[in-house]
């Protein structure tokens, strides 16, 4: 639970507060005092009578009542101490910064679960242990440095790790970025990143509380709290950025499909992620830039007008954006002529809009206003301007400063001279502005921005699908493991996921039957082992009978293999969809392009089922291999709803049977007369 004394504490209490600002109680004492906390400050210390001009007691028996204590003592010294807070003390927040619990060794886990029972007992909040602290509007409550500027409008940041979160506050103060809270949640006993956003949603006041959230993530204990809060506050105005760390292969089973072998518990991540509208960022720097692309005029479009006096950043940032699938269009005509006209001789209107080295401040303002008014393709503007030495740069970010508040369009500074223009950079960023001084962090992390879907649909598509029969279907099975063909068909028919025509027998005059009804050429594939492929239990274009006989009897005598199965020879393009069950995220479903796409390439996109119709398109957009499914290069595309149609009933299906742990159809073939499922595997476990 978070409470209000957490959150704006009348008094606080620093128990090993010293007059060594070295040490964390010595530093925490400091940080308050700097802050000018406005409440009543307490600190215990037996060895001392003050700390730092604050009375200091020798026990915390000796304190007044107390709202929030924070603890930076021994850890085996806790829970006598925490106990006579709680119970006699009144104190109702706690922050225990002090290491050596659970995060160490087994003893110092069942000390950490001691504090646990004595803070619940007394229905207080606990942050921690082994933490840096909180900080926020109220009070500076962490032991370290830096300490950011705190503004109501400025950024949340809330850390599973307190170093991490420490060299993220460097980044972020090098961009200018203010903050409005800062948490560091350490082992999480009580209070996890998703709690603190909990908390945030469930209190969030549209006109005072800030809209720009940042996370830093290890460990998501609670994937529906992180969903269900983090799309509510983005549904309410707030964005989101976060990192989370530890992406390993450790969620991986053997490759006994294709889904098996490349999802893991990072693609649950990333369907969480999408699924929720939560910017996905892998560094520190691109963390900070997104969120420092949040404080700006929201972007609106997809197209960007990039201003230079220096033409190689001006094309690596083009090259940036491009690869991002953002937009540099081409500026011409003339509105284009009459712009050019107004500039220096030599400079470049095209887009990039180069006004060369010498180009002055009124050159500046010139092409703003000409981005803003006169170019209806621009959305944004990347103003990259650093000192080349012939020009008056702070003249230049006044201009900057200036139309920045005037324009609708946002204007994004690309200020990279943080050193030969030191102070004038400074200047600008300290009249509440961001500077991004690396133009390929930012076109990286503005694509990032601009392809992240919002918060998807919480409804499920029921439409096309049998649930009563599909739970008919997983009820009546036997046991677990791999499905047979026939079970296979019956419940992607529940599911109306269309199949190509198929025949099973140990019978060969059965098979020559059904291949001269469905008519040659046919495919042919043992019933049995898992890896057909793999033991050359698969025969591809069969055009006559005395083929099909040859291959029914050479492929009757592998091993393990209990019948044939023959299927009409369709051509289309190959696409894979598949699905893992993962630990306490549900189903992560799989999409993309077949063969060399998914074996190779591993181009696929992933989605958290349910999904919605909007995530099924979002995830299919999203492939590298898109302009194939969109159709390129006069090859005609493919039917980009019936997959949309059959990636959604495929989530729903699993929605309804969660006792699938894996699904995989390779190939789900895309023809002229729609997309059928050729070859399906479902591993089931009803335990």
Same mark, same amino acid.
């Given at each position: ?30 940080? =308050? ?37 924070? %603890? ?39 000390? $950490? ?13 606990? +942050? ?9 509007? @109220?009070?500076?409550?962490?032991? !370290? ?35 409005? /809270? ?12 998703? #709690? ?56 991986? *089973? ?41 404080? =700006? ?100 970010? $006044? ?18 001279? %943080?050193?030969?223009?030191?102070? $004038?950079?400074? /200047? ?12 390929? !962090? ?14 998807? /649909? ?12 599909? *739970? ?23 599911? @109306? ?6 025949? !099973? ?29 793999? %033991?050359?239990?698969?025969?591809? @274009? ?60 591993? #181009? ?9 119709? #909007? ?30 149609? +059959?990636?959604?009933?495929? /989530? ?9 742990? $894996?699904? #995989?159809?390779?190939?789900? =073939? ?13 591993? %089931?476990?009803?335990?």
């Amino acid at each position: 639970m978070i409470n209000r004394e957490l959150i704006n504490p009348q008094s606080i209490v620093i128990v090993g507060g010293s007059n060594n600002v070295q040490k964390p109680g010595g530093r925490l004492v400091r940080n =308050l005092l700097d802050g000018k906390y406005k409440g009543d400050l307490y600190v215990v210390n037996a060895k001392e009578t003050e700390v730092q001009g604050v009375k200091s007691y020798a026990n915390v028996a000796e304190i007044p009542d107390t709202e929030l204590a924070i %603890i930076s003592i021994p850890g085996k010294a806790c829970p006598e101490v925490v106990e006579v807070l709680a119970k006699q003390k009144n104190v109702r927040a706690f922050i225990i910064i002090s290491a050596g619990f659970g995060e160490e060794t087994v003893e110092g886990g069942i000390i $950490e679960n001691q504090l646990l029972d004595i803070i619940n007992e007394a229905g207080a909040s606990f +942050i921690g242990p082994n933490c840096i602290g909180v900080m926020n509007t @109220n009070y500076h409550g962490v032991f !370290t440095q830096p300490v950011p500027e705190f503004h109501h409008d400025g950024v949340d940041f809330i850390s599973s790790s307190g170093g991490t979160a420490l060299f993220i506050l460097e980044s972020a103060l090098t961009k200018g970025l203010r903050f409005s /809270s800062v948490w560091s949640v350490g082992n999480s006993k009580q209070n996890g990143v998703e #709690d603190v956003l909990e908390y945030m949603d469930r209190n969030f006041n549209p006109v005072t509380d800030s809209k720009i959230k940042m996370l830093y993530i290890e460990s998501i204990k609670q994937p529906d709290k992180l969903l269900y809060h983090a799309s509510s506050l983005i549904k309410k105005g707030c964005r989101i950025a976060a990192i989370k760390a530890g992406s390993t292969d450790s969620g991986k *089973r053997a490759a006994s499909s294709h889904t098996g072998a490349i999802a893991s518990s990072d693609s649950a991540v990333e369907a969480l992620f999408r699924k929720a509208g939560i910017v996905r960022c892998f560094s520190r720097e691109e963390l900070t830039t997104v969120a420092s692309i949040f404080t =700006l005029n929201e972007v609106r479009g997809k197209n960007c007008a990039i201003i230079t006096h220096a033409g190689g950043p001006a094309v690596m940032l083009a090259d940036a954006l491009s690869k991002g699938h953002l937009n540099v269009p081409n500026l011409e005509g003339p509105i284009a002529n009459e712009l050019k006209s107004k500039l220096y001789p030599g400079a470049a209107v095209g887009n990039p809009i180069d006004i060369i080295g010498t180009g002055t401040p009124e050159h500046l303002a010139t092409v703003i206003d000409y981005c803003e008014n006169k170019f209806d393709e621009v959305d944004l503007m990347m103003v990259i301007f650093g000192s080349p030495g012939v020009v008056n740069v702070y003249d230049a970010y $006044e201009v900057l400063h200036k139309k920045m508040g005037q324009c609708k369009k946002p204007i994004f500074p690309i200020l990279p001279s %943080i050193v030969t223009a030191g102070p $004038e950079v400074r /200047s600008f960023i300290k009249k509440g502005h961001v500077n991004f001084s690396d133009e390929v !962090t930012l076109g990286t992390a503005l694509s990032r921005v601009l392809n992240t879907p919002t918060p998807a /649909s919480t409804d499920i598509q029921l439409y096309g699908v049998d649930v009563p029969e599909v *739970r008919r279907i997983i009820d009546q099975l036997p046991a677990d493991g791999y499905l047979n063909p026939s079970q296979v068909r019956r419940l992607l028919g529940a599911a @109306n996921i269309p199949m190509v025509a198929e025949f !099973t027998s140990d019978d060969k005059d059965e098979i020559i039957e059904f291949a001269r009804k469905v008519k040659y050429p046919v495919v042919a594939k043992v019933v049995g082992p898992v890896h057909k492929s793999d %033991i050359g239990g698969v025969a591809l @274009n069969i055009k006559y009978e005395e083929h099909l006989l040859f291959e029914f009897e050479r492929m009757m005598r592998l091993p393990e293999v209990t019948s044939i199965m023959v299927q009409p020879m369709l051509k289309g393009t190959e696409l894979f969809l598949g699905a893992k069950y993962e630990e306490k995220f549900g189903h992560v479903v799989l999409c993309g392009l077949g063969g060399i796409f998914v074996e190779v390439l591993k #181009d696929v996109s992933y989605g958290l089922s349910p999904l919605s119709y #909007d995530e099924a398109y979002s995830m299919i957009r999203s492939l590298r291999g898109y302009p194939i499914i969109k159709g390129t290069r006069g090859q005609k595309g493919i039917d980009e709803q019936q997959y949309a149609d +059959i990636i959604v009933r495929l /989530s729903t299906l699993l929605r309804f049977a969660t006792e699938i742990k $894996e699904i #995989d159809i390779n190939p789900l =073939l895309a023809t002229d007369r729609g997309l059928f499922a050729v070859d399906a595997r479902i591993r %089931i476990e009803k335990k």
